[in-house]
Structure formats: structure tokens, C-alpha cells
Antibody, heavy 119, light 107 residues
Framework: EVLLVESGGGLVQPGGSLRLSCAAS????????ISWVRQAPGKGLEWVSA????????TYADSVKGRFTISRDNSKNTLYLQMNSLRAEDTAVYYC?????????????WGQGTLVTVS | DIQMTQSPSTLSASVGDRVTITCRAS??????LAWYQQKPGRAPKVLIY???SLQSGVPSRFSGSGSGTEFTLTISSLQPDDFATYYC?????????FGQGTKVEIK
């Protein structure tokens, strides 16, 4: 069974930092691109960042570029999101999501999410 | 970036109704489109990928169609479990983008 479990969310002041983690199991983690997708309270879904299977390629939404850094440790089956210079508008539930195939940009499994509140 | 526009934003329907949600892309995305269902407090769940392929385990009352810039998600006979918010997502480019969502409410 594929499982993605996020952690690390919490309350942080504007300008602060937070590091999210996503522990994966049930599939060959090192073969898939993984993304972070967020959802502000009462709002829609926003893709935030993605990292290639090897970790050598990363992409970011314009809204977080230069402030957030995605990384992964394939030996630990874990994805990370380092969030710096946080703003009120970064308040959201953050989900990690697995690509449906090694070369695809859609998502077939999602974690349960972790809430980040910037206030 | 490719913009995705869903309509309607809210839809009121009854159990047994046929429901159609539309998603339009700001430029052609071929068939690189997925549909997700999300219930309150839960993570999204994929229903359809590549515009018309049904994800394993998803009931056959869900179907998707379209290509290029216009797509539809159809629920052939709405069930109580289907009241939720639905999102389309394009994945032609690495800058994945979602529609704003369509909430299906009980009439």
C-alpha cells in the first residue's frame, strides 16, 4: 500500500522558517517525481514544487521561488520542503503527492496534509 | 503559464442526476488532463487521467472526455458519496496548474 505521511507543520511568525517532511512507503520512492501541493483555507489547490526521481531536477511555482527549497533523501524515502521568509499567504495545508508514472506530471497518491499557519 | 478555468463554480444537483463539469485550458494541452475529487478535510483523489482514462477502483459512473482546450467530467447518476469538490489539472508542462474547483452540492 502506497503511503505518504507529511509532518513538520505548525504556527510560525511572518519572516520565519519551517521544514516539512514527507515519509513515503509502499513504492520505489527513488523512481518517482514527488511534488508539494498546497491549499489555503477554503481555497483551491496550488502546485508548489516538484523534484525529480534522482533529486537532480527541481521546479517551483513563481509564488515560492527563491524562498522555498525542495529536496529528497532516497536512502530514507523522505521528501522535504524548506520554507523560508514565510508570509501570511503561505498559510495552507501542504500535501505531498506522487507522480502517477516516472515521466508524468499528474498525481496518483497524496498524503493527508500538514497545516502551516503563518501569523 | 497555462490557466485552467472550470465551470460552474457550484452545482446543485439531486441523487440520480446526470452532472457535467467543464474545464477549459488557456492553450492546447492535448489530453494531459486529470480530474480529482476532494471531500472536506481529506486529500484529493484522482478519478480520471489522460482526459478519459478511469483510475483503477473509481466507479464507472465517472467519465471524462475532451482534448485540446475543452474537457468535461460527467457523473452519469449522482450518488450520495459524490457530493464533493472536483478539480481539473493540466500536466502538459512541468508548471502543473489546477482549475479553481467545482463544488457539487445537494439540491
Amino acid at each position: 500500500e502506497v503511503l505518504l505521511v507529511e509532518s513538520g507543520g505548525g504556527l510560525v511568525q511572518p519572516g520565519g522558517s519551517l521544514r516539512l517532511s514527507c515519509a513515503a512507503s509502499g513504492f520505489t520512492f527513488s523512481s518517482y517525481t514527488i511534488s508539494w501541493v498546497r491549499q489555503a483555507p477554503g481555497k483551491g489547490l496550488e502546485w508548489v514544487s516538484a523534484i525529480s526521481a534522482s533529486g537532480g531536477g527541481t521546479t517551483y511555482a513563481d509564488s515560492v521561488k527563491g524562498r522555498f527549497t525542495i529536496s529528497r533523501d532516497n536512502s530514507k524515502n523522505t521528501l522535504y520542503l524548506q520554507m523560508n521568509s514565510l508570509r501570511a499567504e503561505d498559510t495552507a495545508v501542504y500535501y505531498c503527492a506522487k507522480a502517477s508514472s516516472p515521466s508524468s506530471f499528474d498525481f496518483d497518491y497524496w498524503g493527508q496534509g500538514t497545516l502551516v499557519t503563518v501569523s | 503559464d497555462i490557466q485552467m478555468t472550470q465551470s460552474p463554480s457550484t452545482l446543485s444537483a439531486s441523487v440520480g442526476d446526470r452532472v457535467t463539469i467543464t474545464c477549459r485550458a488557456s492553450q492546447s494541452i492535448s489530453n494531459w488532463l486529470a480530474w480529482y475529487q476532494q471531500k472536506p478535510g481529506r486529500a484529493p483523489k484522482v478519478l480520471i487521467y489522460k482526459a478519459s482514462s478511469l483510475q483503477s477502483g473509481v466507479p464507472s459512473r465517472f467519465s471524462g472526455s475532451g482534448s485540446g482546450t475543452e474537457f468535461t467530467l460527467t457523473i452519469s447518476s449522482l450518488q450520495p458519496d459524490d457530493f464533493a469538490t472536483y478539480y481539473c489539472q493540466q500536466y502538459k508542462t512541468y508548471l502543473r496548474t489546477f482549475g479553481q474547483g467545482t463544488k457539487v452540492e445537494i439540491k
